[in-house]
């Protein structure tokens, strides 16, 4: 190889390195991480580690876990929110069942303290 071959590839090289960099800057603030992206980024392409980068979640995503005043349970999926017009609260309950049960009592407790 003569010398303008070897620049031609190192040019490249440090372009490449470069758009990693870039794409790791994205990820800093994501799960994947700075390096988790530059590496994805570097030795898949551009467009696959944007693709992972940009589907990470942020690092300051928080996941809401509600329970329902019912049975306590953990819900997951649709429920049931109350907002009474006289309390600054809201009851969530997992189905109208435990919602007819335990709503009233809720509210007799609330309306105590």
């Not at 005043?69 to 109208?96: F, H, Q, S, T």
Request: glycine fraction near 8%.
């Amino acid at each position: 190889m003569d010398f303008k071959a070897i620049l031609v590839i190192i040019f490249f090289l440090s372009i490449w390195i470069g758009i990693s960099t870039l794409v790791g800057l994205v990820g800093k603030k994501k799960r994947i991480g700075f390096w988790g992206a530059f590496f994805v980024t570097l030795f898949t392409g551009l467009l696959i580690g944007l693709i992972v980068t940009l589907t990470s979640p942020d690092l300051n995503q928080t996941t809401k876990i509600i329970r329902c005043d019912g049975c306590k349970e953990i819900i997951n999926g649709e429920y049931i929110a109350i907002r009474p017009k006289e309390l600054n609260v809201k009851l969530d309950y997992c189905n109208v069942t435990c919602r007819d049960s335990y709503h009233a009592k809720n509210i007799q407790q609330l309306l105590k303290s």
